[in-house]
């Protein structure tokens, strides 16, 4: 099995790896077979276009938490300039598993923050495997107001399996951390944009993710709990991941037909780590022009649509 | 029963024989100190156990019946409904967990939201029937809260919640979530119009309204050993592969830490946050 690819994706793995073994005897055989590569090339591509097309939502959460899928400080890196990290709450420590600082967007200045999960064992420790604790949410608060001062735009980017549910977490004030975002988010006198970009785990993600636009990767998934821990508690056997997933409506063509987000920002073919370049430029268009969209509201006008956007979403009926 | 049994006290006799004669819904047994407690009583005394002093889980209706000045209590939004948009279903229907809540509550969802009267000054109060789905947080709880915010702006009238949930209502899904972010936003209005939000944290409160309203209160006031925290003692125990220390996450915990303003006793809930409250609209008082 290729560890670039994951179960559902074998067939087109097997296909990679015969186009592979063409190339390698091309070298030194007599037999034409460029013409062979290409066929093979152009059916991989269908191949991965029809499976790409009806993947399950169970399937989009294995994308979501691809250990090569482009992570915060990578979108940071290639998506922005001049990145200056900005560390610490000023008030315990300095969370690692969460990353901000100003930035520029095409030449214009920002405040980014985002997740980062961690891509080899020694990072993935380091930063808690994307899991912030208070501190990490105080920080992301600092900047924010920081960049409500002055007058810079706030861009997350959203990827934590949640908040971390540990005994300093609690000491510190784990609840209050997220909450308190909540509100200082809701009316933050600053365009802020969010993008989930990977896993949009429960509170922990909300914690950076209430703004003027909710955006999600195609391939990401944002829930109020993980398809795992959902199916432990309602189905009581964690091996229901699959039904949960399924049941609770984790993807963004989902979310983004219940209202719940605004946009899907297209992967290119068989997801971002596929193409991290193809991938950049796609995002990076989509906030560049979403705050030139934003700026044509003025304060009053931004805030008061923030406020009814957030205000709209639930569902009940009422009687008398 | 034998001989032995008989000279046993029976506020001590805990074993299945004893409990099988007592007529459902009269006598309540203390969690605490096993102790038998005639109902009424039990109710004068605000669920809280006489011999203990044990604060006992309360429903919704009787909180706010005997947090607000007797009959001054009126109903905001009592229509709102769920509606299950999800079609959600695990090994239950999210539909059929619903009408099975209302049938054992009477209430359409986990929170009730009242304008009356402390002490004679107006106030708009909620409170989470933890019995409903675990006082669980989705859109019917969200929007509830959210007119009682309105009702305070409308009227200039401090809001107090007593909060008692497990968190967020999974069956809703990413809505549930929502309504974290839609309470929160809510609060930001209030405290934008400088009126005072009581968050009296009661046992249980965890998950997604600890880490929204709940927290967000300009006093935080818990009641006497409530189990309140971001994450459940079971998950964090699965996280860190250790035994938490003794008292962990109990109200007493949160005041050490810093996370709430006082621990107030049941009884005197009326008297303390009448008191805070006539301080904060910058009430005078004659000195003596």
């Not at chain 1, 949410?137 to 706030?154: C, D, I, N, Q, S």
């Not at chain 1, 990076?284 to 008061?304: A, C, K, M, P, W």
């Not at chain 2, 009356?116 to 409170?127: F, P, Q, T």
């Not at chain 2, 669980?136 to 009702?151: D, H, I, P, Q, T």
Request: glycine share 10%.
């Amino acid at each position: 099995m290729n560890p670039n690819f994951l179960e559902f994706e074998q067939p087109i793995a097997d296909l990679e790896a015969k186009i592979e073994e063409l190339r390698f005897v091309g070298d030194d055989s007599e037999v034409n077979i460029s013409e062979e590569i290409a066929r093979l090339e152009a059916k991989s591509r269908s191949l991965t276009e029809s499976i790409f097309s009806s993947l399950s939502a169970w399937q989009v959460a294995q994308l979501a938490r691809h250990p090569r899928r482009p992570y915060s400080t990578d979108y940071i890196e290639h998506v922005f300039t001049d990145f200056q990290e900005l560390h610490g709450d000023r008030v315990y420590g300095d969370d690692p598993a969460i990353v901000g600082g100003l930035a520029r967007l095409r030449g214009r200045p920002v405040m980014v923050i985002g997740q980062q999960k961690g891509r080899d064992t020694r990072e993935k420790l380091h930063r808690n495997f994307g899991m912030p604790r208070p501190d990490g949410y105080r920080k992301a608060l600092r900047l924010m107001t920081m960049a409500e001062r002055f007058g810079l735009p706030v861009v997350t980017l959203i990827d934590t399996p949640g908040a971390f549910p540990g005994i300093d977490a609690e000491e510190r004030g784990q609840s209050e951390a997220i909450a308190r975002n909540l509100l200082e988010m809701s009316r933050l006198r600053t365009p802020v944009l969010c993008t989930v970009i990977g896993e949009g785990g429960s509170g922990g993600a909300l914690a950076i993710g209430v703004g003027d636009r909710v955006a999600m990767l195609q391939y990401s998934i944002y829930s109020v709990i993980s398809p795992e821990g959902c199916a432990s508690i309602l189905w009581k056997d964690s091996a229901k991941a699959q039904e949960a997933a399924a049941a609770m409506g984790i993807t963004s063509a989902r979310l983004l037909e219940l209202g719940l987000i605004d946009q899907v920002v297209e992967e290119p073919l068989g997801g971002a780590h596929r193409d991290p370049e193809a991938m950049y430029r796609t995002l990076g268009d989509y906030l560049f022009n979403s705050l030139q969209e934003l700026d044509t509201l003025d304060i009053r006008g931004l805030l008061d649509a923030r406020y009814e956007r957030i205000l709209a979403h639930g569902n009940f009926r009422e009687s008398a | 029963m034998n001989w032995f049994s008989k000279l046993v006290p029976s506020r001590i006799r805990t074993d299945a024989s004893t409990k099988k004669g007592v007529p459902e819904g009269l006598w309540s047994k203390c969690g605490n100190c096993q102790a038998m407690l005639y109902r009424p009583e039990l109710e004068r005394n605000l669920m809280v156990c006489p011999k203990c002093d044990e604060h006992m889980r309360m429903g919704a209706r009787l909180r706010l019946k005997t947090f607000l000045d007797e009959d001054s209590g009126e109903e905001i939004a009592a229509g709102v409904e769920p509606v299950d948009v999800l079609k959600f279903r695990d090994s239950k229907k999210y539909k059929d967990r619903l009408v099975a809540a209302q049938k054992n509550t009477g209430e359409r969802d986990a929170l009730i939201v009242m304008r009356g009267r402390l002490k004679g000054a107006g106030v708009v109060s909620a409170a989470f029937e933890f019995s409903f789905m675990g006082g669980s947080m989705g859109s019917v709880v969200g929007e509830k809260f959210v007119r009682g915010v309105n009702a305070a702006i409308e009227h200039r009238e401090p809001l107090v919640c007593f909060s008692a949930s497990g968190g967020a209502r999974m069956q809703e899904a990413l809505f549930s979530l929502m309504q974290m972010a839609k309470t929160s936003a809510a609060l930001a209005r209030l405290s934008d119009h400088r009126l005072p939000f009581i968050s009296v944290l009661t046992d249980p409160t965890t998950g997604g309204v600890s880490a929204s309203l709940g927290m967000l209160g300009d006093l935080n006031v818990a009641e006497p050993r409530a189990l309140i925290g971001f994450a459940g003692p079971r998950v964090i125990q699965q996280t860190v592969g250790q035994t938490l220390p003794e008292g962990f996450q109990r109200s007493e915990f949160l005041l050490r830490h810093g996370a709430v303003d006082m621990i107030v006793d049941r009884r005197q809930m009326r008297d303390t946050l009448a008191s805070v409250l006539a301080m904060l609209r910058g009430e005078q008082q004659q000195s003596a």
